[in-house]
């Protein structure tokens, strides 16, 4: 390969990461990352390189997510081959190291999903927020619970995130006092839309789910507490959603597929399958340059294709762009949890600084970080 | 003026809403009615009229929404001038009849956001799912409680809306046996986007909200029941939300707006405003041919601008083409209700159709109509 990737990087040719850049002085555009370069999509197809690809263009990766899997697959195996091969003078043209790019959203977001898909997480939040009940409420273990967040404050990895105030209780407005994180992985959706009515069946999953970034939900507990009855959480999750610039394709993710835990009851028809959409991805957060937490995607209980299932079982549309986040992952022990409120520290300070990691066997998920401003 | 408008026909030259036609054989483009026509603005512009507007491109109007509020009024005279003026021949090319469109949702969604603004509506769904507490939870009075919705299925009057399946209860699925209505205002935002951290302030909202449509936000109260907690309803109104095609400018409300309900406790500093920010729009109710509900916007507890400083109160983008809908609007009495729950009336049945409908002095809302079609 003509392409110099790092020993352990996790961006070698078995990952080949999607997302957008915007190199000094150009227009945003789509890229793929190899070790520490991009390869700009629109420079190679200019060039006349990969145009058995869908064309590359504007400034999102929406065009290219809304063509089938086997266009996905097509363009992965051109893209090997081509760094495989002795560069043209078009390729080396079109590479570009990361130093020199600023990284944007990869797509512009139709809807953005967050479940609650962690058992632990969810029993954690359960035994803080109602210290006399049952941890899971009645619903919890029949359907992937979760809500519809916003789509315009979903900001790229390194975008800060200014405390947000809000109202805390009555008469009581100000800035969050309670700022926390929310470790969780997120699905982009890919393929073309289902017709509205029609839901997505769970065995077409790999059709619609193209790959997975790292998503750092910042929440403000004090605001959550507050508003969250009975609509769900607004204004305490709306402020910023921090994700990793590169999406990794789920085929790369190929080996890391592991079955989920047992479920019980047994899940209901439209959320039954046989494939494995679990994903053997650890995980950690790091506060102010101290890993603080460990865990591993690969427990969810509701997993990413039952996610989609459910979100389009009511036959809404689900479009190539949306993100469909996991919630919370957390184990048992806080130091396997996702949030700072499990973990039992103390809420974020201005200035402090948050990374998320993940590596899945050969394959990096671009870390996701963002660094506190005062309110 | 050269366009006929019929008497009582609420969209003379103080209206001038905007929607997107798509007419015969043609692409969708920006129009403005006038009567039972619309005014195509993409013909208007290619004729070398209209010229001091933004150019209207694309299949939306959310480029013309991004424009700052001096140019909606700016095209809004330029409008009334060109109807009041002696026709040239281009303006009369323009001229469509309504029966020879199709309308298409006239907005790029961003983030749909749905509050729970009426006192009476939460306070009698309060009394139906909590009967033995206070109709109203702690926070409703302090703050206007809302969740966002989905964006995808954001669909114009006269989309038919297919019975949804969901899960009912444990190990129970399928279609909805309590499909209801929620009859509401929804405002379309505009105007330069805030930055990101940059709440909108109160005394801005002029420059933020362009104009109204109705909304009907079916439900299926029986998925809502048991999927609501802790995260909010989900599939219980994803799966349609049905608009009217026409955005009537607020500018074309003024006549209408009113003070709105006295606010105890006083509403905090950050949704304080002197400008009065609810409408005297009558609406009505129709359920296969029979009117079933008449009630009023002007009573809404929280109104369009607390709304709009509330989803940005925490520093979160709100963008042109945003969508913040009021939540189901109802009297006291059953007969002045905005859903079937509450007007005591049996869910719907297949094949009914509901149109939902809105006068405000000179200037109608078009109506949001739908046709239940079986699972």
Chains 1, 2 share one sequence.
């Not at 929310?182 to 982009?188: K, Y």
Request: net charge negative; aromatic share 8%.
């Amino acid at each position: 390969m003509w392409v110099d990737v790092p020993e352990g990087s996790g961006f070698g040719p078995e990952n080949l990461a999607f997302g957008v850049i915007a190199p000094r002085g150009a227009g945003a555009r789509p890229a793929v990352r190899i070790g520490d370069s991009a390869l700009d999509l629109v420079a190679l197809q200019s060039a006349g390189r990969l145009l058995g690809a869908p064309r590359f263009l504007g400034t999102t990766l929406n065009d290219f997510l809304a063509a089938p899997r086997a266009v996905w697959l097509e363009v992965r195996e051109e893209l090997r081959a081509l760094l495989a091969a002795e560069p043209e003078p078009a390729d080396l043209a079109a590479l570009i190291p990361l130093d020199e790019c600023e990284m944007r959203v990869p797509v512009a977001l139709g809807d953005y999903v967050d479940f609650f898909s962690s058992i632990e997480h969810a029993a954690n939040l359960g035994r803080l927020f109602r210290p006399d009940g049952d941890p899971l409420l009645p619903n919890w273990r029949h359907i992937p619970v979760g809500y519809h967040g916003r789509a315009s404050t979903v900001a790229v990895s390194g975008t800060a995130v200014r405390r947000p105030s809000g109202p805390l209780g009555p008469g009581d407005f100000g800035p969050t006092q309670m700022l926390d994180i929310e470790l969780e992985l997120g699905f982009v959706i890919g393929g073309p839309p289902n017709a509205l009515g029609e839901p997505v069946a769970i065995e077409s999953a790999a059709d619609r789910i193209f790959g997975v970034v790292l998503v750092n939900d910042w929440s403000a507990r004090d605001v959550q507490r507050w508003e969250y009855q009975p609509l769900g959480p607004f204004l305490a999750k709306s402020f910023a959603t921090s994700i990793s610039p590169w999406i990794v394709p789920i085929e790369a993710l190929e080996p890391q597929r592991v079955a989920g835990p047992a479920q019980e009851p047994p899940p209901l028809p439209y959320l039954s399958t046989e494939q494995h959409w679990n994903f053997d991805i650890a995980l950690e957060v790091e506060l102010n340059g101290e890993v603080i937490s460990r865990t591993n995607a690969r427990s969810l209980y509701w997993n990413a294709a039952q996610q989609l299932a459910h979100a389009s079982v009511n036959g809404a549309v689900v479009r190539p762009g949306d993100l469909h986040a996991t919630g919370t992952i957390s184990g048992t022990a806080p130091e396997e949890c996702g949030s700072l409120i499990e973990i039992g520290r103390p809420f974020l300070a201005d200035g402090d600084e948050v990374v998320l990691r993940g590596v899945g066997g050969a394959v990096s998920l671009e870390a996701v970080a963002g660094r506190i401003e005062p309110a």
